[in-house]
């Protein structure tokens, strides 16, 4: 799951959320599934903002990875928050 910034708008959290598969891709992995949720209001303020884009991206990637996508997303502008959890 990933929150985008509210303040980019809807086109260019879609945009951004094509940059994340595109980067799964790179690393080997494959998209599986994509749900973006769009606006939602947050359960408490984040960096001052009470909204953000929300993106669910199901995706199947080598567990050595997951150093290195970790890496790149925490340098992704427009990034709020992720989280990658693993499915049994």
Known sequence: MAIYQID?????AKALSKTIQE???SLGGSV???DFW????????INHKGEGFYDVIQFELEA????????KLNLTDGLVRYLITAKS
């Open 8 to 12: 980019m708008g809807e086109e260019k």
């Open 23 to 25: 980067l799964i891709i």
């Open 32 to 34: 599986v599934e994509v």
């Open 38 to 45: 769009g606006k939602r209001r947050f359960a408490y303020e």
């Open 64 to 71: 050595k990875h997951n150093s290195k996508l970790k890496s």
